[in-house]
């Protein structure tokens, strides 16, 4: 009996080494670069390596970049009624945000554990996409009429919206009416916080 949960415990043991000896080691981030390049070259982009070090982290970036500065942005149209005071605001908020995620991402998960690879690029992508995000609806605010340029900005937040759901759908199988309904919604939240301190 004490034979048997020896050899209970020694298995175990082993195989707990085992795990650990094949968490993903993170690749430095030209190597990262060069796999991530074959990837996308070799139309192997519903890898789990890619969904992981690429697309989710971009994602989270633009859901955030699109959603997160709709508030200030908004609320600074509505208050001030001043395109390029919006402009100047919408590219701090674009900024700041694409900034913090950046650092968020990379610090939050240095891919030793989880395999997402390099943190560095990880967090490149997600700010950058972050920023994206948040300057596209920034950038209509350079009209110079409000009216023209809330009417612009409408339309680019309804497209960034349908291309965040299409890629939930694309590359996660989130059906469309789900992820539109999920988007949307989010979207609309912050858009109604917008309106409100807008008009305080």
């Known amino acids: 009996m004490a034979l048997e949960k020896g050899k209970n415990i020694d298995a175990r043991e082993n195989a707990d080494t085992k795990d650990r000896s094949e968490v993903a080691v993170p690749r430095s981030p030209k190597q990262e670069i060069v796999d991530l390049a074959k990837a996308v070259t070799s139309h192997d982009d519903k890898a789990r390596a890619f969904l992981l070090r690429v697309v989710q982290p971009g994602l989270a970036g633009l859901m955030d970049g699109s959603v997160s500065t709709l508030a200030p942005i908004f609320a600074t149209a509505f208050a001030t009624r001043a395109p390029f005071t919006t402009f100047l605001v919408g590219m701090a908020s674009a900024m700041g945000a694409g900034i913090s995620m950046a650092f968020s991402e990379a610090l939050s998960d240095d891919g030793t554990i989880t395999g997402r690879g390099s943190p560095v690029i990880r967090g490149i992508i997600t700010g950058a996409m972050t920023f994206f995000g948040g300057v596209l609806h920034t ?8 009216n023209a340029a809330l009417l612009a900005a409408y339309i680019v937040v309804a497209f960034e919206l349908v ?12 059906s469309w009416f789900l992820s539109i309904v999920q988007v949307v919604g989010g979207g609309a939240l912050v858009f109604a916080a917008a309106f409100i301190f807008g008009h305080a």
């Open 139 to 146: 950038l209509p605010f350079l009209v110079p009429n409000i």
């Open 163 to 174: 291309l965040i759901a299409a890629i939930r759908h694309r590359y996660f199988g989130t």
